[in-house]
Each structure stands twice: as C-alpha cells, then as structure tokens.
C-alpha cells in the first residue's frame, strides 16, 4: 500500500510539473501575441519595429527609418560632420552620369524628404548637362551651406573636405545606411 502512495504523489508532482510548463509556455506565448511591440530605445528616443522600418518620434515629429541608429554605430565620421549637418541649408549633389546614378538619386530625395521639416535640402548634380538642377561640388560648401557629395566607389568612406562631406559607397544599401546615418545626426539622434 506504501508504494502505491508514493507512485500516485510521484504522479501527482510530475503531471503539476507538466501543467506548469505548458501554462507557462501558453502565457509567454499569449503575451507575445496581445502586447504591443515593445520597440527600442537609443539616446532617450523610443523607436517601434514594424513593416521592416523603424518608427520614432523625433523633436515632436513622427519618422520612419531604414536602419535602427545603433546599427550604425560601426560607420566612422569624422567629428566635423555634426557641425556641418547643423546648417539650415545643406546641398546634396552628386554625379548622375554615375552607373550608380539611380541609386545616388535615391539617396538624395531620401535625404531631403526626412530633413525636409527642419533643413533646407538643396538638390544639385556634379554635372547638369541636360538637367534642370544646380550644378554643384565640394567646392561651393561653406560653413552656412555645406555639400553633400554622394558617389560609388569600391571601397566605402566618409570623410570631410573644408566645407563638404563626401560619403563614397561600394552599393546602394550601403550609400543608404550611410544617409541614414547622417539623417540621424542631422536630428540630433546620434552624435
């Protein structure tokens, strides 16, 4: 009769072990699906995952970006670039005679629709035969309207001439979280 006791409490804590698994499975699982996105938080800015962008609200307006800013972390700018992207007007050029012409286009209208609210986007191209559009360089950057210059490369960098930030891209997605990242320091998410 003693084993028989022993068997059915060996039963007992086993099968409430087992009910406590699934419930607790079905509770995360459950969480999961009725809790809205917890997002991230990068520089006191709470950004929300959704559609493969990354929604923020950013000095009292509502952004969607490509790329979460921690996830640019790795690209290296040089200390000039916060101070150029502070101007109210910038220039963004770049050559369209490139064969990565569509892709430096992109970039540029990406650039001015996120800054459009805050900055002055001033699109222009290295070279405007048979374009309506300004015809700029590195050389018309001052301190007030700084440039820009977007190009193919292959090899990426960035990096600072006078009054100019030249991001050079070895591919579109590149040239993308490139922009993104100055977009950030443009709005003063990243430093």
Known sequence: MKSMSESRKKMLVGGFI?????????????????????????NGIKFTPSNNQFFAKVNGKEYSFLVYPEDLEYLDFPPKVKELVK?????????????????LATAQYY???QLKDVKFID?????NTGLA???????N?????????????ENSS?????DCIKLTAFDTPDLLRMTEAVIYRALGVMQ
Do not use: H
């Open 133 to 139: 559009l300004e015809q700029k360089s590195c050389v």
């Open 18 to 42: 087992a009910f406590i698994m699934v419930a607790s499975i079905f509770v995360v699982t459950l969480d999961y699906l009725f809790s809205p996105a917890q997002g991230l938080t990068y």
């Open 158 to 162: 960035i990096n600072v001439e006078g």
């Open 87 to 103: 101007a109210e007007v910038i220039t963004v050029t770049y050559d369209p005679q490139s064969e990565a012409a569509q892709g």
């Open 111 to 113: 650039i001015e629709e």
């Open 123 to 127: 699109r222009a191209v290295l070279n």
């Open 141 to 153: 950057g001052t301190a007030y309207q700084p440039v820009i210059e977007l190009s193919q490369g």
